[in-house]
C-alpha cells in the first residue's frame, strides 16, 4: 500500500582474504533506501543488506538503479521495480 513500506535482503559475497569497504548508491531515493549504506565486507564471508522499498503510487511501477561499490573486489549492480497497491478500506 502507499507509505507502507516492504524489506527485500540481498546476499553479497566476499570472495576475497581481506576486509572490504562498500557503499552503496540509488538513483532514486524517494522510493527506495538501503540499509546500511556504508558496511564492512567480512572476509569469504556473506553479508545482508536490506532494500526498503515505499510506494508513492498504485497505478505505476516505480523503478531505480543501485550499486554497490568496493575498491578492492569491483561492484555490484541491480535494477530495482516495484509497485505499490490499493489501499485496503477500513472502518470509519
Not at 569469504?44 to 573486489?73: A, C, L, W, Y
Amino acid at each position: 500500500e502507499i507509505g507502507k513500506s516492504t524489506v527485500t535482503d540481498i546476499i553479497l559475497e566476499n570472495p576475497s582474504s581481506m576486509f572490504v569497504e562498500a557503499t552503496a548508491k540509488l538513483s532514486n531515493t524517494l522510493n527506495y533506501s538501503i540499509i546500511p549504506e556504508k558496511f564492512i565486507l567480512k572476509p569469504r564471508q556473506e553479508t545482508v543488506v536490506h532494500v526498503k522499498f515505499t510506494p508513492t503510487h498504485f497505478t505505476n511501477s516505480e523503478s531505480g538503479d543501485m550499486t554497490i561499490s568496493t575498491q578492492e573486489i569491483g561492484q555490484w549492480r541491480y535494477y530495482l521495480t516495484g509497485k505499490g497497491e490499493k489501499p485496503t478500506s477500513f472502518k470509519v
